[in-house]
């Protein structure tokens, strides 16, 4: 199985301006107190945030949990971190149990796995069973709804719902550094929309909210990414590819049910089920 899953690292080649940490992550400062931490070895090239200031740190995204996040979260993190998964699929709660009480988003689908404080995600919405994996139970000391913005320190970021790959999908959004930080909603390479509870309508709904919420300069930074040219760089999209995407969206809601992958740029594919026009 690890063989499947993992490349020697030694095997990655990584963009200017990206240092290797702990022999695994892939690590890039955005700006003062924002990390991307990639893990291009990983076959879905996971990237979590480390966002900071002063005294506090969100971590967005766990990690793959391939490798303990905790260590270098806490060389670059502040004191207090706070662990905020954007959505319960396996690949981005690895390394939970590494951090306290975590944040998570409070809508329906999620409040309703809650028992004593604490989180059991289903199986339909783990979707370990991919790597092998056991469910996690983990405490949520937070819960956010959609519209709560969320202050570090001085930042804000606004938390926005982002159904489309999964119900349970949010995202953040920083209108001071006009940074969006898209989680699985959208990221470089082949989106999955074709996974239980994906669906092309939330999709479409969801692409249409953004491209009347965010300004056309905005930076989207992604939670996978892949060798392009053979090279890992940290996945960032742009408006455009929102407005791309949501064409192939429209293009695919007008044809029958039907199961398939449309090339949606040179960025982007989806991968889209029978099921996904359904839900
Ligand atoms: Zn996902």
């Not at 040219?229 to 742009?238: F, S, T």
Request: charged share 25%.
């Amino acid at each position: 199985m690890r063989d499947e899953l993992e490349k020697p690292i030694g095997d990655v080649r990584l963009a200017e301006g990206l240092r290797l940490e702990d022999d695994w992550f892939a690590v890039r400062a955005l700006d003062p107190g924002t990390l991307a931490i990639g893990e291009p070895a990983y076959h879905q090239c996971n990237w979590s945030y480390l966002i900071s200031d002063a005294d506090e740190s969100l971590l967005w995204d766990t990690g793959s949990g391939r490798r303990p996040i905790a260590p270098l979260v806490a060389r670059h993190g502040a004191r207090d971190v706070t662990a905020f998964p954007s959505h319960l699929h396996f690949d981005h709660l690895g390394g939970i149990h590494d951090f306290g009480p975590v944040m998570l988003a409070d809508l329906p689908i999620v409040r309703a796995l809650e028992k004593d404080g604490a989180v059991t995600p289903t199986d339909e919405m783990f979707l370990g069973a991919y790597e092998d994996l056991s469910i996690p139970t983990f405490e949520v000391g937070q819960w956010v709804s959609p519209g709560t913005v969320l202050h570090v320190g001085s930042r804000r970021l606004e938390v926005i719902h982002t159904p489309g790959h999964s119900p349970d999908s949010v995202s953040l959004w920083e209108a001071d550094r006009l940074r969006f930080y898209a989680a699985d909603f959208v990221y470089r390479g082949e989106l999955y929309a074709q996974t239980p509870g994906a669906s092309l309508q939330a999709y479409c709904d969801t692409l249409t909210v953004l491209l009347q919420r965010l300004p056309q300069e905005v930076q989207i930074v992604c939670a996978h990414g892949r060798a392009e040219h053979g090279v890992h760089d940290m996945p960032q999209l742009d408006y455009g590819d929102l407005e791309t995407l949501l064409r192939a969206v429209d293009t695919l809601l007008d044809m029958p049910a039907h199961t398939g992958e449309h090339q949606v740029n040179d960025r982007m594919a989806l991968l889209y089920s029978e099921a996904s026009f359904r839900s």
